[in-house]
């Protein structure tokens, strides 16, 4: 299930692609639209998180359509086995020199939690939403 979850789940862009992303001011802006993600990830509506990103992202529409359809098995998969999501938390922001942005959540179950995480890069217009996945293994939280 953890190499499906991973599979489906992970996505890292591709710099050749022709996508002209909306960027974000700042890590706060960058923050909050991660926050609003998350709340509608909590909620349990994927399709609305995925549209909430799909302006920020250095992804085609269709791209990121084809993500959300390929996650669907995974994330009813989880739920059978630790139940619905009940909420998020933030964990931290980390920045990597003045150009890379990580910003790290936990998506809550009754029975676990998920690990999201989120990067960004800052261009010469703002900040882009480069990748993000999200997976069972929140261990590496604690190898810092």
């Known amino acids: ?30 923050k909050n639209l991660i926050t609003k993600i998350m709340a509608k990830v909590a909620a349990g509506d994927l399709d609305a ?9 250095y992804l085609t529409s269709a ?18 086995k630790y139940g619905v999501s009940i909420g998020y938390e933030f964990i ?3 920045k990597a020199g003045d150009s890379l942005l990580r910003l790290r959540y936990i998506e809550k179950a009754k029975k676990n939690a998920l690990l999201w ?7 010469k217009e703002g ?17 810092e």
Request: net charge positive; with cysteine; charged share 25%.
């Open 1 to 30: 299930m953890r190499k499906a979850l991973l599979f489906s789940c992970a996505m890292f862009l591709i710099a050749s692609t022709a996508v002209f992303a909306e960027t974000l001011l700042n890590e706060d802006a960058a």
């Open 49 to 57: 998180a995925f549209k909430i990103m799909k302006p920020y992202a």
């Open 63 to 80: 791209e990121i359509d084809s993500i959300a359809i390929q996650s669907k098995p995974s994330r009813e998969q989880y739920k059978q």
């Open 92 to 94: 931290d922001l980390k």
């Open 117 to 123: 995480t989120f990067y960004f890069y800052k261009a």
């Open 127 to 143: 900040w882009i939403l480069n990748a993000f996945y999200w997976n069972e293994d929140y261990k590496p939280l604690f190898n």
